[in-house]
Nanobody, 120 residues
Framework: QVQLVESGGGLVQAGGSLRLSCAAS????????MGWYRQAPGKQRELVAT???????DYADSVKVRFTISRDNAKNTVYLQMNSLKPEDTAVYYC??????????????WGQGTQVTVSS
């Protein structure tokens, strides 16, 4: 069994910063891509940022320059540093990880989500 546990969400004023963390635990053979997604009320879940096991990153246009994704492979943890937050960044943020298994298969896992609220 694999679990992704997020932390670091909360309430912040516009222009402020937050740092999200997501730690993977359980029966882990190898973690491939990790990423952050978000879902605002009444909207579909959208990609925020992803990072490969080698450290290559990709960002949604709306968060480029303001957000930074990173990971610590030794700790099976991915981070999202969010700066210059805007009210439109308000959403539930979800961590995602794609794991490989020793027998050759792979599967994606989701965290439970953490609320980020940015007040104007």
């Amino acid at each position: 069994q694999v679990q992704l546990v997020e932390s670091g969400g909360g309430l912040v004023q516009a222009g402020g910063s937050l740092r999200l963390s997501c730690a993977a635990s359980g029966s882990i053979f190898r973690i491939n891509d990790m990423g952050w997604y978000r879902q605002a009320p009444g909207k579909q879940r959208e990609l925020v940022a992803t990072i490969t096991s080698g450290g290559n990153t990709d960002y949604a246009d709306s968060v480029k320059v303001r957000f930074t994704i990173s990971r610590d492979n030794a700790k099976n943890t991915v981070y999202l540093q969010m700066n210059s937050l805007k009210p439109e960044d308000t959403a539930v943020y979800y961590c995602n990880a794609v794991l490989s298994f020793s027998y050759g298969g792979f599967k994606g896992y989701w965290g439970q989500g953490t609320q980020v609220t940015v007040s104007s």
